[in-house]
């Protein structure tokens, strides 16, 4: 028995609508999680996540390890209370992160060792103490610690990674605590499918309550990271959430659900709101443009998120161009908005088994501006 229960799939794509039950709450996906990787998604209360309609949020293990510390949010009462935030939390394991410091990583058997980006303090991390990290702070879905992989790599060096992600994978099943937090396995291979698919015979036969596409998005074209996706997602088990890591775009999501995917995380939304860059149903908007300094309609008119019922374009553009914090939270409500109504509507599309041409008009609405 898993936690994940398929509600139904489209009839001419692998598209899928399910819910995934955890500690928090009952999850329905597929879902887009907003990134809170110090304990808060940026420029937005949890209060704006909730009114929003945002069901799951992401926190980053590596981050929060180094400060304020696992044990102190312990001692607070878990990260939920710590950042008052009562739905789901996932967090990844900080295997990404070390990667990104390779640099001033070291990556072997045991774990990895790395050099803090705050004080330059030496650290380790095993996958043991991945897990432990996780349980301390408490969230409703942990990841086991894997090895990234870099774009280009050769068959070699992917299989290598790959076999090493495997092997600390058993290990964190192993650590992983008796309690109700649910623990997902990743997919590394790289950009082969011969390694994709014995990465999932390895993670799978190791049992997981979901699983996690990495390694794609990370320079691939858009095109190989689609067709990766697609093969890989149809080989994981149907009674299992299946999620990609730091994905993605609006058409990223629509893709990848095409393909099976029922589970994304990405900091787009909330990075591009803050560089004035504004997520609508045809298309991106830069907001400092000036054909926007009298402009008085909304971002989109086809919203309703808080942002679009009260301030203009005119508005908006003049707050990002003072440099004003509310440009920032503003912009934030509404591209966090795009994204959550977004998956809604993907939903039901899929639900209504009419998710083919949802991805078509999704297209042609694009064009049209």
């Known amino acids: 028995m898993t936690n994940f229960t398929l509600h139904s799939t489209a009839t001419d794509c692998p598209a899928r609508r399910g819910e995934l039950k955890t500690a928090h709450g009952t999850v329905q996906t597929p879902i887009f999680m907003p990134v809170g990787t110090q304990a808060t998604v940026k420029g937005v209360t949890p209060e704006n996540l909730h009114e929003l309609g945002a069901q799951i949020i992401l926190a980053n293990t590596y981050h929060l390890f180094l400060r304020p510390g696992h044990e102190l949010i312990r001692s607070l009462g878990g990260l939920h209370k710590f950042m008052n935030w009562q739905g789901p939390i996932l967090t990844d394991s900080g295997g990404f992160q070390i990667f990104s410091l390779k640099d001033i990583s070291k990556i072997n058997e045991e774990g990895a060792t790395f050099q803090s980006h705050i004080d330059g303090s030496k650290r380790f991390l095993s996958p043991e103490l991945a897990v432990q990290i996780q349980e301390a702070l408490g969230t409703d879905i942990i990841m086991v610690l894997d090895t990234c992989i870099p774009y280009p790599a050769t068959e070699k060096e992917a299989a290598k990674a790959t076999r090493l992600t495997a092997r600390?994978?058993?290990?964190?099943?192993?650590?992983?605590?008796?309690?109700?937090?649910?623990?997902?396995?990743?997919?590394?291979?790289?950009m082969y499918e011969s390694e994709r698919k014995r990465a999932v015979e390895e993670i799978v036969d190791i049992g997981f309550d979901g699983y996690a596409l990495g390694g794609l998005s990370v320079g691939e074209p858009r095109q190989q990271m689609y067709d990766l996706t697609e093969f890989s997602a149809a080989l994981l088990p149907q009674d299992?959430?299946?999620?990609?890591?730091?994905?993605?775009?609006?058409?990223?999501?629509?893709?990848c659900v095409y393909r099976g995917v029922d589970m994304f995380d990405c900091v787009m939304p909330t990075r591009n709101a803050r560089n004035g860059m504004l997520f609508t149903s045809k298309g991106r908007l830069v907001i400092k443009n000036a054909r926007f300094k009298d402009d008085p309609r909304p971002i989109d008119e086809q919203c309703s998120c808080y942002?679009?019922?009260?301030?203009?374009?005119?508005?908006?553009?003049?707050?990002y161009m003072a440099r004003e914090i509310l440009s920032s939270q503003l912009h934030t409500i509404h591209n966090l908005h795009y994204f959550v109504n977004l998956m809604t509507e993907i939903r039901q599309a899929v639900e209504e088994d009419r998710y083919s041409q949802f991805r078509k008009d999704f297209y042609e609405l694009r064009q049209k501006n």
């Open 168 to 190: 600390w994978a058993k290990r964190c099943r192993l650590t992983q605590p008796d309690n109700d937090q649910l623990l997902f396995g990743i997919i590394q291979g790289g």
């Open 240 to 255: 299992h959430a299946r999620y990609v890591m730091g994905v993605g775009t609006p058409e990223d999501l629509v893709e």
């Open 307 to 319: 942002t679009c019922r009260h301030y203009s374009r005119a508005y908006l553009r003049h707050l």
